[in-house]
């Protein structure tokens, strides 16, 4: 039941080439520990499906920026300019697309379906013709479920069991990402004990985490960013 | 200045007891020019119904950001859940109003504001959702790019957001509606001529019964 894990072997289980989910919607869900140990284990060709890229310096962004990942899908990078650099010289394959159609494909995943049918974007150019289909007399597309090999998420707190709570924003794509990958390591800066936190509180069952790392979040990464507040 | 101008008129276009989205940048400046006792529910992509004015710093929650990565604060009465829940309240219409900029957008209501070929593309975000299934999509942007030329277009000539989506448009010269039979030229900025106007628009423009002044 306990899977409190050392930070070193939780991602010792990634291999080269894994699919790796990882939560955050800019900075609040994003695991900057267990990417700092991902960056220092030196894994290689990976593929990374995060919302953003983070901004440069901080997150997946370092990732990138040091060769480790072969390919991103994500809904938007527009707040990294070196990531859309890589991107467009060609060095990163990125693939978009609209975010809620990227949480739902995760979201379908962890519910261990195949795909499911949707009209957005139907006529614009992120449409593959081949994928329409007639359907109860409407036109939609196809879109296939999204799963993964792991995911890495923050999460504001963790029993040793693995139940958590999200905090505010943070929550975004993590509570899907559990559900949709196959090994799930969990980074937190308050690890209870089970029965600490009240069962009806929980947003995500232990069932669905793997590993559960306990970190320190004093770092710069987990405070406040500048100029992103009212002077 | 013209992007105050914009904003004070597109102020009043909220209502109380409406739940709307304000989009990155501009729009989200929006939520300063509400007055403080307008009860609207702001929605957030990243997983936030209730979103507030900007935090300061004593107030900033390094996990409380909206979808433009500014720090915020929220009403009473607000939620937070994940991604999926929140495009789910996007696409299933619960929300009243979409405020968006805009590249282009054309006399039959056609939105383009995600892709500029070959020149910015930084993806999608949650733009084509909003823009194809929010009941009204208002759009504030300049009349004008920066190099005078018209906005509001005849047809779009960028990849769109979505077909036939926008209700309004405000701009620091005019308000106007997309209706069945075109763009409506409703009012016009303080200090500027019809004729202005409508020299300084791509599209065709019918005038209203009365163009008032903004």
Redesign the interface.
């Known amino acids: 039941m306990d899977k409190h894990t050392v930070i070193e072997e939780a991602i010792a289980l990634i291999p080269n080439g894994a699919d790796i989910m990882i939560g955050g ?4 869900g994003t695991p900057f520990t267990l990417i700092e140990e991902l960056l220092r284990q030196g894994q290689t060709d990976l593929t990374l499906i995060k ?1 953003d890229a983070n901004e440069t310096g901080i997150g997946i962004s370092r990732l990138i920026e040091n060769g480790q990942v072969k390919k991103l899908i ?6 990294n300019k070196k990531v ?1 650099d890589l991107m467009n010289d060609g060095s990163l394959e ?1 693939s ?9 494909k ?2 379908t995943a962890g519910a261990g379906s195949f795909g499911f049918l949707t ?3 139907l ?4 449409t593959d013709k081949k994928d329409i289909i007639d359907w109860q007399g409407k036109q939609v597309k196809i879109e296939p479920a999204l799963y993964a090999n792991f995911a890495l998420f923050h999460a ?1 707190r963790a029993d040793t069991f693995g139940n958590l709570t999200y ?10 990402m559990a559900m949709a990958a196959e090994t799930v390591i969990v980074e937190t800066p308050n690890l209870v004990t089970p029965g600490s936190i009240a069962p009806e509180t929980v947003h995500t069952p232990s069932a669905f985490v793997s590993k559960v790392v306990k970190i320190d979040a004093s770092g710069p990464e ?4 500048e100029g ?4 | 200045m013209s992007l105050e101008r914009i904003l004070k008129r597109a102020a009043h276009e909220i209502t109380d007891g409406q739940t709307i989205n304000l989009g990155i940048g501009v729009p989200t400046m929006l939520v300063n020019y509400l007055p403080a006792d307008r009860d609207v529910m702001i929605h957030s992509e990243n997983g936030v119904l209730g979103a507030g004015r900007k935090a300061s710093v004593a107030t900033a929650d390094p996990a409380l950001i909206d979808a433009g990565g500014s720090y915020i604060t929220t009403r009473p009465g607000g939620a937070f859940f994940d991604s999926a829940v929140s495009f789910a309240m996007i696409r299933r219409a619960k929300l009243d109003m979409s405020v968006m900029g805009a590249f282009e957008v054309d006399q039959e209501g056609n939105l383009a504001n995600w892709k500029i070929p070959g020149k910015f593309s930084p993806g999608i975000g949650g733009a084509m959702e909003l823009a194809q299934k929010t009941k009204n999509i208002l759009i504030l942007c300049t009349h004008q790019d920066k190099h005078g030329n018209s906005k509001i277009l005849k047809k779009c000539t960028l990849p769109l957001t979505a077909e036939k989506c926008v209700s309004r448009i405000i701009t620091d010269m005019a308000v106007m509606d997309v209706t069945k039979d075109g763009l409506v030229l409703k009012e016009i900025a303080e200090g500027l001529t019809i004729e202005q106007v409508v020299q300084a628009t791509d599209a065709d423009l019918i005038l209203g019964e009365e163009v008032r002044s903004f």
């Open positions: 919607f800019g900075s609040p919302n994500t809904t938007h990078i527009g707040l859309v990125v978009f697309f609209p975010q809620g159609i990227l949480a739902e995760i979201r009209d957005i974007g006529h614009s150019e992120i504001g905090r505010a924003t943070a929550m975004n794509f993590c509570p899907l987990y405070d406040l960013m992103r507040y009212e002077p």
